[in-house]
C-alpha cells in the first residue's frame, strides 16, 4: 500500500477568544495520497484556512500529529520548518503575496536561489513562459492584472517541484474569466502528477477535484 503523502492524526487547534475557546479544529484525521487532488470546502469561520496551515507547517496543533512525506511536522523546530518548506511544499494565497520590490522573474527565482538551485533564471524564465508570461517577466506585481500576479504566484509554488501545493482560496480575489484560466492550471498541474490540497468557495473548483472534504463545526465530513 502507498503511504499517504500527507496524514493528519486526531488534530485538533483551539484559540483562546477572551474567556472562550474556539475549536476550529476538533480531532480531525485524513490523509492524502500522492497524484491525488483534495479540495476542502465548508462555510467562512470552519477551519478551512487553518487546517491548510497545519498542513503548511506555518501553525502548530494544541493535539495530535501532522506528517507530511514521512515527516512529523509538529516535532520539527521553526528552523526545521523554514527548511523543509523551501522544497517540500508550494503554497498559493488567495491575495498573491507576492514581493512588491521583484519583478515577476525575481519573484520565482527566489526561492530557487534559496534552495540553491544551479540555474534560477533559466528555470524560473521557463516556468513564466510555459503559463504564458513571457512578455511579462520583468514588470512588477502592480504592472500585472490580477490573473497574472497569480499565475506568477503559481510558478512560484512549483518552482522547486515540491511533491505538494496547497492553495488557499486560489481564485477567491479574481474574475470569473481569469478564475477560469487558474482552473486550468491547476487541472494541468494535477494530470502531471502534482498532488495539490486546496481550501476553496468555488464549486466549479472544487468539481476539478478527486475528492472533496467539508468541514464544519471543527470536524471533517466526506461530500
Known amino acids: 500500500m502507498t503511504r499517504p503523502l500527507v496524514e493528519l492524526r486526531r488534530v485538533s487547534r483551539h484559540f483562546r477568544a477572551g474567556q472562550d475557546v474556539v475549536r476550529a479544529l476538533d480531532n480531525v484525521s485524513m490523509n492524502v495520497a500522492p497524484g491525488e487532488f483534495v479540495a476542502i470546502v465548508g462555510p467562512s469561520g470552519s477551519g478551512k484556512s487553518t ?12 493535539s495530535g500529529e501532522v506528517w507530511v512525506a ?22 498559493v494565497f488567495q491575495f498573491f ?6 519583478t515577476a522573474l525575481e519573484n520565482v527565482m527566489l526561492p530557487l536561489a534559496l534552495a540553491g538551485h ?3 533564471r533559466a528555470r524560473a524564465t521557463d516556468l513564466l513562459e510555459h503559463l504564458g508570461l513571457g ?21 512560484r ?8 501545493l496547497l492553495a488557499d482560496e486560489p481564485t477567491g480575489n479574481l474574475d470569473e474569466r481569469t478564475g477560469q484560466t487558474i482552473l486550468a492550471i491547476l487541472a494541468d498541474l494535477h494530470r502531471r ?31
Open 51 to 62: 487546517l491548510l496551515g497545519l498542513i503548511a507547517g506555518l501553525d502548530r496543533p494544541t
Open 70 to 91: 514521512g515527516r512529523r511536522l509538529d516535532h520539527m523546530s521553526e528552523d526545521e520548518l523554514a527548511r523543509w518548506r523551501r522544497r517540500g511544499v508550494g503554497i
Open 97 to 102: 503575496q507576492l514581493l512588491p520590490t521583484l
Open 118 to 120: 544551479p540555474d534560477p
Open 135 to 155: 512578455g511579462r517577466l520583468h514588470h512588477l506585481p502592480a504592472e500585472l492584472s490580477g490573473g497574472e500576479q497569480q499565475r506568477v504566484a503559481i510558478a
Open 157 to 164: 509554488a512549483v518552482a522547486n517541484r515540491p511533491p505538494l
Open 193 to 223: 502528477g502534482q498532488t495539490i490540497v486546496l481550501v476553496t468557495h468555488d464549486a466549479t473548483l472544487a468539481a476539478l477535484a478527486d475528492r472533496r472534504l467539508e468541514l464544519r463545526d471543527g470536524h471533517i465530513h466526506t461530500v
